[in-house]
C-alpha cells in the first residue's frame, strides 16, 4: 500500500496524480491546520484525517500534536505499508512519521510549492523557531529535515529541471479537463495571497482598486478575509481555474505575489506575468525570464 500525507488542497490534488503512476492501492491522510476549511468537504476527498488547527494556548497545541500523533501512528502501523510519500517536510507529525516508520517503509516526496522552490526557506535552511523546537521536544521528535531528505528515493516536481528534496526527480504535470476550442480575446486574473506575509492587509486601498480592474479574483485558501467571496470546491485549485481559461482566451495575464500557481503556470505560452512585490517579498528568482512587468505596492498604503 502506499500511503500520502497531505496538508493542502494542492498536496492532494497532486498526490491524486502521483498514486496513477505508482503500483498498488492509495491511501490519502490529510492533517488539517487552518481554521477556514470545513472538515466535511475534506473527508469526501480524503480516507482519514487529523484536526490541528493551532490555537493561542501553547500547552493545547503541544496536546493537539501528542493526540494527532497517535492517531497517525495507530492508523499506519495497521497498514501493511510499502512506501510513504510526503510533502510538507518540516511538519513535525510527518517528521515523526520518518522517525518511526523510516526502516519498515520507502520514503517519497512530491512539491509543496514555493517552499521547494525557496532555497533560502526551511526545506534547505534551519529556520526552526523557538517555539517549533519546544513542540520537537515534547514530541520527543528525533529525525530533522535533512534526515528526510537524505533518506528520500524519488521526488515528484511541478518543475523537475529545478533543484529539489531528492537528486531524483519525475516530472508531474497539472492538466485541464477542459476540451480545447476557439480561444478569445484577452482575461485578466488576479492570484490571491496571505497578505500579512507581504505585510498587507485585504482591507488595503490600492489592493482593492487593482483587484476591481481584473476580470476574475482567485483568493488563496488560506486567505482570512478575501476581497471578494468566491467559491471554489475544495480541489478546484488556482492552477486549474487558470488552465481552463488559458483553453478560452488568446492571452490570460495573471496578476499576482510571488506564489506556488506563478510557478506552475510561468512557462505556458499564452500567460503573462504581472509581479507585485512589497519590501517583505520573497526572491523571485525562479520566475527569471517569465515575468513581463513588475509592480511595487507601499505596504502603508
Known amino acids: 500500500m502506499n500511503v500520502f500525507i497531505c496538508r493542502t488542497s494542492l498536496q492532494l490534488y497532486l498526490s491524486k496524480k502521483i498514486s496513477k503512476k505508482v503500483q498498488g492501492t492509495s491511501l490519502y491522510i490529510y492533517i488539517n491546520s487552518s481554521e477556514r476549511l470545513d472538515e466535511n468537504v475534506v473527508l469526501k476527498e480524503v480516507d482519514f484525517y487529523i484536526d490541528l488547527k493551532t490555537c493561542k494556548n501553547p500547552i493545547y497545541n503541544v496536546y493537539?500534536?501528542?493526540?494527532?500523533?497517535?492517531?497517525?501512528?495507530?492508523?499506519?502501523?495497521?497498514?501493511?505499508?510499502?512506501?510513504?510519500?510526503?510533502?510538507?517536510?518540516?511538519?513535525?507529525?510527518?517528521?515523526?512519521?520518518?522517525?518511526?516508520?523510516?526502516?519498515?517503509?520507502e520514503f517519497y516526496s512530491f512539491d509543496d510549492g514555493f517552499a521547494n522552490y525557496n532555497y533560502d526557506g526551511p526545506y534547505y535552511k534551519d529556520l526552526r523557531s523557538i517555539s517549533y523546537k519546544i513542540l520537537g521536544f515534547f514530541m520527543l521528535q528525533k529525525a530533522t529535515i535533512f534526515n528526510l531528505k537524505e533518506n528520500i528515493k524519488e521526488h515528484y516536481a511541478l518543475r523537475?529541471?529545478?533543484?529539489?528534496?531528492?537528486?531524483?526527480?519525475?516530472?508531474?504535470?497539472?492538466?485541464?479537463?477542459?476540451?480545447?476550442?476557439?480561444?478569445?480575446?484577452?482575461?485578466?486574473?488576479?492570484?490571491?495571497?496571505?497578505?500579512?506575509?507581504?505585510?498587507?492587509?485585504?482591507?488595503?486601498?490600492?489592493?482593492?482598486?487593482?483587484?476591481?480592474?481584473?476580470d476574475v479574483y482567485l483568493p488563496h485558501p488560506s486567505e482570512p478575509s478575501p476581497i471578494k467571496s468566491?467559491?471554489?470546491?475544495?480541489?478546484?485549485?488556482?492552477?486549474?481555474?487558470?488552465?481552463?481559461?488559458?483553453?478560452?482566451y488568446e492571452e490570460v495575464h495573471l496578476y499576482g505575489f510571488m506564489s506556488t500557481v506563478l510557478i506552475?503556470?510561468?512557462?505556458?505560452?499564452?500567460?503573462?506575468?504581472?509581479?507585485?512585490?512589497?519590501?517583505?517579498?520573497?526572491?523571485?528568482?525562479?520566475?527569471?525570464?517569465?515575468?513581463?512587468?513588475?509592480?511595487?505596492?507601499?505596504?502603508?498604503?
Open 64 to 105: 493537539k500534536h501528542v493526540v494527532g500523533w497517535w492517531k497517525l501512528k495507530s492508523l499506519l502501523v495497521s497498514l501493511n505499508i510499502k512506501k510513504i510519500f510526503v510533502s510538507s517536510i518540516d511538519n513535525i507529525l510527518i517528521l515523526k512519521t520518518f522517525d518511526c516508520f523510516q526502516h519498515r517503509c
Open 160 to 214: 523537475p529541471e529545478k533543484r529539489n528534496l531528492s537528486g531524483n526527480i519525475i516530472g508531474v504535470e497539472l492538466s485541464s479537463d477542459s476540451s480545447k476550442g476557439a480561444r478569445r480575446g484577452v482575461v485578466k486574473i488576479f492570484i490571491g495571497t496571505v497578505y500579512s506575509v507581504y505585510g498587507l492587509s485585504s482591507n488595503s486601498s490600492v489592493l482593492k482598486n487593482l483587484v476591481e480592474t481584473m
Open 230 to 248: 468566491l467559491k471554489r470546491n475544495f480541489l478546484n485549485l488556482a492552477e486549474i481555474e487558470v488552465l481552463r481559461m488559458t483553453e478560452q
Open 264 to 301: 506552475n503556470l510561468c512557462s505556458i505560452d499564452n500567460v503573462f506575468i504581472t509581479l507585485i512585490e512589497t519590501e517583505k517579498s520573497p526572491s523571485s528568482e525562479i520566475l527569471n525570464g517569465f515575468v513581463n512587468e513588475v509592480i511595487t505596492i507601499n505596504v502603508e498604503k
